[in-house]
């Protein structure tokens, strides 16, 4: 989801239906070619990577569109990865970047959030206002954003030069980053500023709770973003971030996919590659 001036308009359409509940399953026909890619998983537990393996891969057997996966859970020290430097457009999943940078601009200059600029980014994450996101966006100016990803390692995330936060270059591994940085202590964002953005995370509204915590254990503690774009090219990016706490485990799941027909094709597909990752963890 995004905002476009006159100059790349034509190229670009926002996918703006925040109060669409999108079906677990969707049965269509994308006319790109499918392949079944190979995963990387490595473990602590034994046997869990191959598990692990041998299930995302099934899951992506015969999905249409170019998908890119992460997994990292601090509890068995597991991680999984499919294309982890690839680029996608960010959609509305740069919403979470968008109020790190906030949260530790603010720290910076030692101060809180102001009601307005926490009314802005609740409704930036709980319900994917864009135009909450573009007033913090340009309130902030890529000179401080750049200074977060810096702060952060994310050096594989590319704002976009024209100022559209939709149009951010992400990757898995930077996704992938910035979830740790919200579930874990470290120097570049407070204890604070973590409870908060895991607060929106775990409140984004019914309709936008797609995706990775698709088939999370009832025991689990869930926080989730969530981004998706039609484009002329690439049709449809749909996007899904998500951290996970409970039953023994303490993960994170990030799966960017563009090249879908349709958004709720997209939506499956991610989908799919959450349900045996929380079924897997559940069980090691």
């Not at 989801?1 to 006159?6: K, Q, R």
């Not at 999943?93 to 601009?105: E, G, N, Q, R, S």
């Not at 100022?163 to 990757?171: A, R, S, V």
């Amino acid at each position: 989801m995004t905002h476009l001036n006159s100059r790349r308009a034509g190229a670009l359409t926002a996918a703006l239906g925040a109060a669409v509940l999108i079906p677990a399953t969707v049965a269509v026909t994308p006319a790109a070619a499918a392949t079944t890619p190979t995963v990387s998983c490595a473990s602590a537990k034994a046997g869990l990577a191959t598990k692990l393996q041998k299930d995302i891969t099934a899951a992506l057997a015969n999905r249409k569109g170019t998908i890119a996966v992460g997994l990292y859970d601090r509890s068995t020290k597991t991680t999984c990865t499919l294309r982890s430097s690839s680029a996608y457009d960010s959609a509305s999943v740069v919403k979470v970047t968008i109020l790190a940078t906030l949260l530790w601009d603010a720290k910076k200059h030692n101060r809180y959030l102001t009601d307005r600029e926490a009314s802005l980014a609740k409704a930036m994450i709980t319900k994917s206002d864009n135009t909450a996101a573009t007033t913090l966006w340009k309130q902030l100016g890529l000179t401080k954003i750049k200074g977060f990803l810096a702060a952060a390692g994310m050096t594989q995330t590319k704002p976009d030069p024209y100022g559209h936060w939709g149009l951010t270059q992400i990757t898995v591994t930077d996704e992938q980053k910035l979830l740790k940085l919200i579930t874990a202590r470290n120097t570049v964002l407070s204890d604070n500023s973590r409870a908060y953005i895991l607060k929106l995370m775990g409140q984004v509204i019914s309709s936008q709770r797609w995706g990775t915590p698709y088939g999370a254990p009832s025991t689990v503690a869930v926080h989730v973003k969530n981004g998706w774009l039609q484009r002329s090219t690439h049709g449809w990016r749909v996007h899904s971030v998500g951290t996970f706490n409970g039953g023994g485990h303490d993960y994170m799941i990030t799966v960017l996919t563009h090249g879908n027909s349709t958004m709720s094709y997209g939506v499956t597909t991610i989908q799919g590659i959450a349900k045996v990752i929380h079924r897997d963890l559940a069980a090691s």
